[in-house]
């Protein structure tokens, strides 16, 4: 089992481009997570989904759209980037009711 | 809304020396408390965790932390440190059922000192 993976490893981007940062799980499990990681700042959370079909934002969804069409991928969007996601992305995976989470190895973006 | 604190942003130990670092939360109910590691350039790794019951907590690579809710906090341990524990270290409080996600700390980086 891969468990959570994530693509590109890294990825550098220029002020008003897109992309998507991919995320697939192969856990089966409900809950999938987006977070970002800035030096000094911890982890915080984008959006999440609790299942295909639905999405919420988390504290800081500005500039980001996500979409879960099945239960194994959650991938994020970024449609007009801007230096302020100059970041590392973590997505992460749990059961209903459980709270632990297991995470990718991340993407680090740079907007330059 | 939560909140952790882990107060200590560098912490250097010398190599075979104990380990504590400190976690404080805020939370309104019961907590679900969590240690991450993270290594240079990788993801989280659980250490241990919190949901109820004894609050000694024992996790892998010979941690473990201790739940104090009169303190509200939740600091990690470790006797003797290693050289391979070096890395950056996160404590994280969720909500009972993990819909929407942890709140993490802002880390602590520790140093081993051979």
């Known amino acids: 089992n891969a468990g959570v993976t994530q693509t590109p490893k890294f990825r550098i981007l220029k002020i008003g481009q897109s992309m998507t940062l991919q995320c697939a799980q192969d856990m089966n499990h409900n809950y999938m997570y987006w977070y970002r990681q800035d030096p000094g700042m911890g982890l915080k959370l984008i959006y999440y989904?609790?299942?295909?079909?639905?999405?919420d934002k988390g504290e800081v969804p500005n500039g980001y759209n996500v979409s879960r069409s099945t239960t194994e991928d959650f991938p994020l969007r970024l449609e007009l980037a801007a230096p302020s996601q100059t970041s590392v992305y973590f997505c992460a995976t749990g059961l209903a009711g459980y709270n632990e989470q297991f995470f990718g190895p991340g993407t680090r973006l740079t907007v330059l | 809304a939560q909140s952790v604190t882990q107060p200590d942003i560098h912490i250097t130990v010398s190599e075979g020396a104990s380990l504590e670092l400190r976690c404080n939360y805020s939370y309104g109910a019961t907590p679900y408390l969590f240690w991450y590691v993270q290594s240079p350039g990788q993801g989280l790794q659980l250490l241990l965790k919190y949901f109820s019951g004894d609050t000694l907590v024992q996790g892998i690579k010979g941690f473990e932390a201790e739940f104090k809710r009169s303190q509200s906090s939740f600091n990690l341990r470790k006797p003797s440190v290693h050289w391979s524990d070096a890395a950056e270290y996160f404590c994280?409080?969720?909500?009972?059922?993990?819909?929407?996600?942890?709140?993490f700390g802002k880390g602590t980086h520790l140093i081993i000192q051979p």
């Open positions: 989904s609790v299942g295909a079909g639905i999405t």
């Open positions: 994280a409080v969720g909500a009972g059922g993990g819909a929407d996600g942890l709140t």
